[in-house]
């Protein structure tokens, strides 16, 4: 222990206590850093009667943040991530996430990883590390170099909070670390220029979410990054389909329009399914005959959508392509058909709505869907005035009500039977 310490002292420049020869502890200062060594007897943990000898290094300074904390990772999964996966995996972190991700640089994650694995741990301002001692040479002189080195960098990281986590956002190797520390800056130093530096170099960004956040700062100025990232087959669907998104917000729809065609035949998940819902939003007409052929195709989301979307065109061209889409055995597409009918439909698809209604067993909610639509195709129908309807008969014998024919009078009704196709007006 003492040939140990005066090695620590010659390269730490640790000015050890006067201690007795047979003392297994040592005190001293390094900086205005606190230091002490302990050799300490501890009980095994499986065994009840057998004891190790364990080292303990304790490391304490007045400007090593009061409010860090890390140790191993415990996966209770309420840490701070810094956006370094292999790190995150190790070590748990806790504290305010900015100044976390300020400080976490490359360097120091590799040396805070180190000296986890080594059974290190940070609380309360002071860097513990105890564990079993093999008597190593150099066991203690290396100890208190990782742990002063730590001490150093926590307490003088060199910079503020804000200059670090541009520094970061712009060149850690990671791109989950760029865009954790690129968004922090955005959430609190929104109005800095170190935010809109750090963005507009990473528009350039290799990381497809990068560059996606800094042109979602940056709004206008980021508008040719959101195309590239739309119209790229190779970005995340995710990503592409939140570009998409703020392409239709900040552009005129005359403008957004194409793009959102062009994402509708680059993409095929989540992507093209944000295009779909935005000409929707937009009412975009020259969308109507690739929805068609999405309502045809597509998997029952993307189809389901592109009803919807129809609808909200008034596209009345679409309804023998949405009567088809009865009979898909998809839940959500056919419900969508439906009510895309109730909109666009005409008088040739009552009878086919009210066939479908009768010839399964179905739902409440698709049963309703069903009577919603037949009624708001009657609304729409020539001579639709109060008081006027009419009762068909379907097969099986029972009967629905529908409108009577035009030029009926108030209260009358009609009734179409199998046998006589004529209507009669009672």
């Known amino acids: 222990l003492a040939a140990e310490l005066e090695a620590a002292s010659r390269e730490q420049s640790i000015r050890w206590a006067p201690r007795s020869p047979r003392s297994s502890t040592a005190i001293g200062t390094c900086e205005d850093f606190s230091v002490r060594v302990e050799l300490e007897r501890k009980r095994a943990a499986d065994r009840d009667n057998e004891y190790w ?105 060199g910079g503020g909070v804000c200059e670090r986590l541009a520094r970061n956002a712009k060149s850690d190797p990671h791109s989950g670390v760029r865009l954790w520390n690129l968004l922090q800056l955005h959430e609190q130093f929104p109005e800095t220029p170190e935010a809109r530096e750090a963005s507009q170099e990473d528009l350039k960004d290799p990381s497809p979410w990068v560059r996606l956040a800094a042109a979602r700062f940056l709004k206008d100025e980021g508008l040719d990054a959101l195309e590239h990232l739309a119209q790229d087959r190779g970005v995340p669907e995710s990503a592409a389909g939140e570009a998409v998104a703020l392409l239709a917000a900040r552009y005129p729809a005359a403008r957004a329009g194409p793009l959102l065609l062009t994402a509708l035949k680059t993409h095929s998940g989540e992507a093209r399914l944000q295009a779909v819902e935005e000409i929707a939003r937009i009412r975009y007409q020259p969308a109507r005959g690739p929805l068609i052929v999405l309502l045809e195709r597509a998997d029952p989301r993307t189809g389901a959508a592109a009803a919807g979307a129809l609808a909200a065109l008034g596209d009345v061209t679409a309804e023998a392509t949405l009567l088809k889409a009865l009979d898909s055995d998809a839940r959500e597409l056919r419900l969508a058909a439906i009510r895309a009918l109730g909109t666009v439909g005409s008088a040739a698809s009552v009878e086919p709505l009210l066939a479908f209604l009768g010839s399964r067993r179905l739902d409440a909610e698709t049963r309703q869907t069903i009577h919603d639509a037949v009624r708001a195709i009657q609304s729409r129908l020539a001579g639709a005035e109060a008081g006027q309807l009419s009762l068909a008969a379907t097969p099986p014998g029972s009967g629905w009500l529908s409108v009577a024919t035009p030029g009926a009078g108030q209260g009358q009704l009609s009734l179409l039977s199998d046998r006589k196709k004529g209507v009669s007006t009672e």
């Open 53 to 157: 000898l364990h080292l303990c290094v304790t490391i304490a300074g007045p400007r090593i943040p009061q409010g860090l904390a890390f140790a191993a990772e415990r996966g209770t999964g309420d840490d701070v991530l810094t956006g370094d996966t292999v790190f995150d995996d190790m070590v748990e972190v806790r504290g305010e996430p900015s100044i976390i991700l300020a400080l976490l640089d490359r360097e120091i994650r590799q040396r805070m990883s180190e000296f986890v694995r080594l059974d290190g741990r940070l609380e309360a301002g002071r860097l513990v590390r105890c564990v079993p001692t093999s008597f190593s040479s150099g066991e203690i002189v290396r100890g208190l170099r990782l742990g002063l080195w730590l001490a150093r960098e926590l307490s003088s990281p």
